[in-house]
């Protein structure tokens, strides 16, 4: 694969690429469910612009940016346990409610 040189940041990139991603997804589901497997078939005759390039991708995934993270780090974020501890559990004694709230 060619190597890709953007004039315009990663994150320019990813924006535009999630907006072709966006306008696939509105064309295909108004597309009725008779017609949407030849239409997955010729996807890059009917909707050419919509997908996005190749070589986009290839220079997001080489690209070094912090705007991206990789997929296991993703998933790191969202199975690790999420602690938060709230100003009003520091206080000693625990404060009590005035008014209880069902």
Known sequence: ?????????ADKIIIDLLTQLLR???????????????TLDSLHEKFPDLLPQQAHLHYLM???DTSMIMPDEY????????????????????????????
């Open 1 to 9: 694969m060619e190597s890709y040189e953007s004039s315009e940041g």
């Open 24 to 38: 696939l997804g509105n064309k295909l589901s108004i597309i009725p469910k008779i017609a949407f497997k030849s």
């Open 62 to 64: 080489e690209e070094n």
């Open 75 to 102: 998933i790191d974020l969202y199975e690790k346990p999420f602690d938060v501890v709230l100003e009003s559990e520091m206080v000693w004694p625990l404060p009590t409610k005035l008014f209880p709230y069902n």
